[in-house]
């Protein structure tokens, strides 16, 4: 099994940053794409953004140019910067991750328990 453990979401004024972390452990193989998902009250889970193994990153609209993500491969943690928050990023913060627990094994989707970021205005 593998776990995903979120740390540092809390409350921020308009304007400020935190920085979220989620560590991955267990039985791992290799993590190929590790990202942040978020959820705000009454509306669906939205991918905020994602690093592939070799680098590559995405971000959606909202977010591009304010947060950036960031992986370190030898701990399998990733990272998400997060500067000139807003009200609308209030969510519940969700590390997702797609590993394997060996070379015969299957990628399997993985989620942490989520962190709660609130924005005061």
């Known amino acids: 099994q593998v776990q995903l453990v979120e740390s540092g979401g809390g409350l921020v004024q308009a304007g400020g940053s935190l920085r979220l972390s989620c560590a991955a452990s267990?039985?791992?193989?290799?993590?190929?794409?590790m990202g942040w998902y978020r959820q705000a009250p009454g509306k669906q889970r939205e991918l905020v953004a994602i690093?592939?193994?070799?680098?590559?990153?995405k971000y959606a609209d909202s977010v591009q140019g304010r947060f950036t993500i960031s992986r370190d491969n030898a701990k399998n943690t990733v990272y998400l910067q997060m500067n000139s928050l807003k009200p609308e990023d209030t969510a519940v913060y969700y590390c997702?991750?797609?590993?394997?627990?060996?070379?015969?094994?299957?990628?399997?989707?993985?989620w942490g328990q989520g962190t709660q970021v609130t924005v005061s205005s």
């Open positions: 690093v592939i193994s070799g680098g590559p990153t």
């Open positions: 267990g039985s791992i193989f290799r993590i190929n794409a």
């Open positions: 997702n991750a797609d590993a394997r627990r060996s070379l015969l094994e299957p990628f399997i989707n993985y």
